[in-house]
Protein backbone atom coordinates (compact mmCIF):
# COMPACT_ATOMS: atom_id res chain seq x y z
CA UNK A 1 0.00 0.00 0.00
CA UNK A 2 1.69 3.19 -0.69
CA UNK A 3 0.48 6.25 0.68
CA UNK A 4 1.80 9.88 0.02
CA UNK A 5 2.27 13.24 1.68
CA UNK A 6 -0.25 16.07 0.46
CA UNK A 7 1.80 18.46 -1.96
CA UNK A 8 1.74 21.33 0.32
CA UNK A 9 3.04 19.67 3.74
CA UNK A 10 5.65 21.41 5.36
CA UNK A 11 7.49 20.01 8.79
CA UNK A 12 6.98 22.59 11.60
CA UNK A 13 10.48 24.00 12.47
CA UNK A 14 9.76 24.89 16.21
CA UNK A 15 8.77 21.94 19.07
CA UNK A 16 5.33 23.33 20.97
CA UNK A 17 6.66 23.63 24.71
CA UNK A 18 4.89 20.85 25.99
CA UNK A 19 6.61 18.12 23.74
CA UNK A 20 10.25 19.61 24.07
CA UNK A 21 11.17 18.05 27.64
CA UNK A 22 10.98 14.89 26.36
CA UNK A 23 14.16 15.03 24.23
CA UNK A 24 16.09 14.96 27.08
CA UNK A 25 15.63 11.56 27.39
CA UNK A 26 17.42 10.55 23.93
CA UNK A 27 21.06 10.87 23.01
CA UNK A 28 22.72 11.16 19.72
CA UNK A 29 20.78 10.05 16.77
CA UNK A 30 17.81 8.63 18.90
CA UNK A 31 17.79 12.39 20.08
CA UNK A 32 17.22 13.77 16.31
CA UNK A 33 14.97 11.05 15.19
CA UNK A 34 13.28 12.29 18.24
CA UNK A 35 12.91 15.53 17.67
CA UNK A 36 11.80 14.51 14.25
CA UNK A 37 9.44 12.41 15.38
CA UNK A 38 7.38 14.83 17.47
CA UNK A 39 7.67 17.47 15.07
CA UNK A 40 6.05 14.84 12.92
CA UNK A 41 3.58 14.41 15.70
CA UNK A 42 2.65 18.32 15.93
CA UNK A 43 1.67 18.58 12.13
CA UNK A 44 -0.34 15.63 12.82
CA UNK A 45 -2.23 17.19 16.18
CA UNK A 46 -2.48 20.55 13.97
CA UNK A 47 -4.10 18.38 11.32
CA UNK A 48 -6.39 16.63 13.29
CA UNK A 49 -5.13 13.38 12.65
CA UNK A 50 -2.27 10.93 11.35
CA UNK A 51 -1.00 11.71 7.78
CA UNK A 52 -0.27 8.59 6.17
CA UNK A 53 2.52 6.67 7.74
CA UNK A 54 3.35 9.11 10.85
CA UNK A 55 1.74 6.97 13.42
CA UNK A 56 4.39 3.89 12.99
CA UNK A 57 7.46 6.30 12.49
CA UNK A 58 6.90 8.48 15.68
CA UNK A 59 6.11 5.67 17.64
CA UNK A 60 9.25 3.92 16.69
CA UNK A 61 11.27 6.72 17.47
CA UNK A 62 9.84 7.81 20.87
CA UNK A 63 10.37 4.26 22.15
CA UNK A 64 14.43 4.91 21.69
CA UNK A 65 15.09 6.19 25.20
CA UNK A 66 18.36 6.34 26.27
CA UNK A 67 19.00 3.80 28.94
CA UNK A 68 20.56 6.10 31.71
CA UNK A 69 18.24 8.72 31.61
CA UNK A 70 15.26 6.12 31.87
CA UNK A 71 17.58 3.73 34.80
CA UNK A 72 17.11 6.72 37.64
CA UNK A 73 12.68 7.22 36.65
CA UNK A 74 12.73 3.07 36.76
CA UNK A 75 14.41 2.48 40.43
CA UNK A 76 12.20 5.48 41.44
CA UNK A 77 9.15 3.43 41.15
CA UNK A 78 10.18 0.95 44.55
CA UNK A 79 9.93 3.85 46.41
CA UNK A 80 6.52 4.84 45.34
CA UNK A 81 4.55 1.69 47.16
CA UNK A 82 5.47 -1.35 48.15
CA UNK A 83 2.21 -2.53 47.38
CA UNK A 84 4.28 -2.88 44.11
CA UNK A 85 3.17 -5.08 41.62
CA UNK A 86 1.60 -1.85 39.57
CA UNK A 87 5.41 -0.75 39.87
CA UNK A 88 7.41 -3.48 39.15
CA UNK A 89 5.17 -3.25 35.60
CA UNK A 90 5.64 0.51 35.80
CA UNK A 91 9.54 0.16 36.06
CA UNK A 92 9.65 -1.63 32.82
CA UNK A 93 7.40 0.35 30.77
CA UNK A 94 10.29 3.45 31.68
CA UNK A 95 13.11 1.13 30.50
CA UNK A 96 11.47 0.30 27.37
CA UNK A 97 10.47 3.65 26.67
CA UNK A 98 6.80 2.50 26.83
CA UNK A 99 6.07 6.27 26.95
CA UNK A 100 1.76 5.51 26.02
CA UNK A 101 2.17 3.82 28.99
CA UNK A 102 2.10 6.91 31.25
CA UNK A 103 -1.70 7.04 30.41
CA UNK A 104 -1.83 4.71 33.07
CA UNK A 105 -0.07 6.72 35.92
CA UNK A 106 -1.63 10.30 35.31
CA UNK A 107 -1.66 10.95 39.14
CA UNK A 108 2.45 10.27 39.49
CA UNK A 109 2.84 13.40 37.20
CA UNK A 110 2.26 15.81 39.95
CA UNK A 111 5.42 13.97 42.20
CA UNK A 112 8.65 15.80 41.83
CA UNK A 113 10.34 11.99 41.38
CA UNK A 114 12.50 11.12 38.48
CA UNK A 115 9.22 8.31 37.96
CA UNK A 116 6.99 11.41 38.16
CA UNK A 117 9.23 13.68 35.99
CA UNK A 118 8.85 10.65 33.53
CA UNK A 119 5.38 10.39 33.49
CA UNK A 120 4.82 14.33 33.36
CA UNK A 121 7.44 14.46 30.25
CA UNK A 122 5.80 11.96 28.25
CA UNK A 123 1.73 12.04 29.10
CA UNK A 124 1.19 14.29 26.92
CA UNK A 125 3.10 13.07 23.69
CA UNK A 126 0.84 9.71 24.75
CA UNK A 127 -2.32 11.71 25.02
CA UNK A 128 -1.46 13.56 21.60
CA UNK A 129 -1.03 10.04 20.29
CA UNK A 130 -3.96 8.27 21.40
CA UNK A 131 -6.19 11.15 20.67
CA UNK A 132 -4.80 10.62 17.15
CA UNK A 133 -5.18 6.80 17.34
CA UNK A 134 -8.94 7.36 17.86
CA UNK A 135 -9.65 9.39 15.22
CA UNK A 136 -8.49 8.27 11.70
CA UNK A 137 -9.15 10.31 8.81
CA UNK A 138 -12.18 10.11 6.77
CA UNK A 139 -11.27 9.77 3.76
CA UNK A 140 -11.80 12.11 0.56
CA UNK A 141 -11.89 11.14 -2.76
CA UNK A 142 -10.39 14.98 -4.01
CA UNK A 143 -11.88 15.29 -7.80
CA UNK A 144 -11.17 18.09 -10.53
CA UNK A 145 -13.99 18.36 -12.92
CA UNK A 146 -12.93 17.19 -16.44
CA UNK A 147 -13.05 19.21 -19.87
CA UNK A 148 -15.82 18.11 -22.29
CA UNK A 149 -13.30 16.71 -24.75
CA UNK A 150 -11.66 14.44 -22.12
CA UNK A 151 -14.86 13.33 -20.87
CA UNK A 152 -16.49 12.44 -24.96
CA UNK A 153 -13.36 10.79 -25.43
CA UNK A 154 -13.37 8.72 -22.45
CA UNK A 155 -17.07 7.53 -23.42
CA UNK A 156 -15.99 6.73 -26.71
CA UNK A 157 -13.07 4.65 -25.50
CA UNK A 158 -16.06 2.63 -23.21
CA UNK A 159 -18.90 2.56 -25.91
CA UNK A 160 -20.83 5.28 -23.49
CA UNK A 161 -22.08 8.34 -24.23
CA UNK A 162 -20.75 10.27 -21.17
CA UNK A 163 -21.53 13.89 -20.64
CA UNK A 164 -19.69 13.80 -16.75
CA UNK A 165 -17.79 11.77 -15.16
CA UNK A 166 -18.27 12.54 -11.21
CA UNK A 167 -17.04 11.13 -7.91
CA UNK A 168 -19.91 9.10 -6.20
CA UNK A 169 -21.46 10.33 -2.55
CA UNK A 170 -19.96 7.81 -0.07
CA UNK A 171 -20.66 7.15 3.49
CA UNK A 172 -18.56 6.86 6.43
CA UNK A 173 -19.06 4.72 9.28
CA UNK A 174 -16.74 4.25 12.28
CA UNK A 175 -15.64 0.78 13.06
CA UNK A 176 -13.95 -0.27 16.03
CA UNK A 177 -11.01 -2.70 15.56
CA UNK A 178 -8.58 -4.38 17.77
CA UNK A 179 -4.84 -4.60 16.45
CA UNK A 180 -2.39 -6.94 17.32
CA UNK A 181 -0.81 -6.31 20.52
CA UNK A 182 -4.47 -6.17 21.41
CA UNK A 183 -4.94 -2.21 21.54
CA UNK A 184 -7.92 -0.65 20.28
CA UNK A 185 -8.11 1.31 17.20
CA UNK A 186 -10.84 3.15 14.83
CA UNK A 187 -11.04 3.50 11.34
CA UNK A 188 -13.65 4.58 8.80
CA UNK A 189 -15.07 2.04 6.31
CA UNK A 190 -17.14 3.43 3.15
CA UNK A 191 -20.65 2.60 1.89
CA UNK A 192 -20.87 4.05 -1.61
CA UNK A 193 -24.56 5.37 -2.22
CA UNK A 194 -24.60 4.90 -5.93
CA UNK A 195 -27.47 7.38 -7.46
CA UNK A 196 -30.86 5.59 -8.23
CA UNK A 197 -30.91 3.54 -11.20
CA UNK A 198 -27.07 3.58 -11.46
CA UNK A 199 -25.79 0.58 -14.25
CA UNK A 200 -23.09 -1.41 -13.70
CA UNK A 201 -20.77 -3.02 -15.69
CA UNK A 202 -21.47 -0.77 -18.71
CA UNK A 203 -17.80 0.04 -19.37
CA UNK A 204 -16.46 -2.44 -22.40
CA UNK A 205 -14.19 -3.04 -19.94
CA UNK A 206 -15.16 -5.20 -16.47
CA UNK A 207 -13.65 -8.30 -16.37
CA UNK A 208 -10.65 -9.30 -18.77
CA UNK A 209 -10.98 -12.57 -20.97
CA UNK A 210 -7.88 -13.62 -18.48
CA UNK A 211 -10.50 -13.31 -15.65
CA UNK A 212 -8.72 -10.27 -14.12
CA UNK A 213 -10.75 -7.82 -13.01
CA UNK A 214 -10.28 -4.47 -15.37
CA UNK A 215 -9.97 -0.75 -14.42
CA UNK A 216 -13.46 0.68 -16.10
CA UNK A 217 -11.81 3.53 -17.31
CA UNK A 218 -9.10 1.92 -19.55
CA UNK A 219 -8.73 -1.77 -18.99
CA UNK A 220 -5.87 -2.48 -17.05
CA UNK A 221 -5.88 -5.09 -15.12
CA UNK A 222 -5.96 -4.03 -11.12
CA UNK A 223 -5.02 -7.41 -9.06
CA UNK A 224 -5.24 -5.79 -6.22
CA UNK A 225 -8.58 -5.62 -4.59
CA UNK A 226 -8.47 -2.46 -2.61
CA UNK A 227 -6.81 -0.88 -5.29
CA UNK A 228 -9.37 0.94 -6.94
CA UNK A 229 -11.47 4.63 -6.85
CA UNK A 230 -15.06 4.62 -7.15
CA UNK A 231 -16.62 6.84 -10.16
CA UNK A 232 -19.39 6.88 -12.16
CA UNK A 233 -19.84 8.81 -15.43
CA UNK A 234 -23.64 10.27 -16.64
CA UNK A 235 -24.94 9.80 -20.39
CA UNK A 236 -26.88 12.26 -22.57
CA UNK A 237 -30.15 10.85 -21.17
CA UNK A 238 -29.01 10.94 -17.57
CA UNK A 239 -28.40 7.27 -16.19
CA UNK A 240 -25.47 6.91 -14.00
CA UNK A 241 -23.03 4.04 -15.00
CA UNK A 242 -20.54 3.08 -12.29
CA UNK A 243 -16.89 3.19 -13.13
CA UNK A 244 -14.44 1.12 -10.57
CA UNK A 245 -11.26 2.86 -11.69
CA UNK A 246 -7.98 1.77 -11.01
CA UNK A 247 -6.15 4.07 -8.08
CA UNK A 248 -3.00 5.10 -10.35
CA UNK A 249 -5.36 5.74 -13.41
CA UNK A 250 -7.97 7.76 -11.18
CA UNK A 251 -5.01 10.21 -10.73
CA UNK A 252 -3.28 10.01 -14.17
CA UNK A 253 -6.95 10.23 -16.49
CA UNK A 254 -8.83 12.43 -14.05
CA UNK A 255 -6.34 14.15 -11.48
CA UNK A 256 -8.33 12.40 -8.64
CA UNK A 257 -6.62 11.61 -5.53
CA UNK A 258 -8.05 9.77 -2.41
CA UNK A 259 -6.66 11.66 0.78
CA UNK A 260 -6.08 9.82 4.14
CA UNK A 261 -5.94 6.18 4.62
CA UNK A 262 -8.83 4.70 2.08
CA UNK A 263 -9.17 1.51 0.45
CA UNK A 264 -12.17 1.01 -1.78
CA UNK A 265 -12.92 -2.80 -2.37
CA UNK A 266 -14.96 -3.42 -5.20
CA UNK A 267 -17.05 -6.04 -5.55
CA UNK A 268 -16.41 -9.13 -6.64
CA UNK A 269 -12.88 -8.14 -7.34
ZN1 LIG B 1 -7.15 2.45 -15.83
Not at 98 to 104: G, I
Not at 172 to 194: F, H, N
Not at 220 to 230: D, R, T
Amino acid sequence: MSKSLPADFVLPTVLRPEFRPCLRYYRNSASHAAEHALLLLQASVDQGYWYPGFSRKVKAALSKTHRKETELAAADTDKLTSAGKQFFFARIDVEYGRFECTLKYPEVAATRTPFGQWVAVFLPVAEAIAKLDATRPKPVIVFKTLSPTVVENLGRTLGLDLVSVEAPEIRWDLVEGVDQSGKRYSYYTPTILWSEGTVHHSSKFCVSDAGNHQCEACGHAIKNSFNWVPLFGRDKSGVAHSLWTGKDCAKKLFGCEVTGEAEFRKEGA
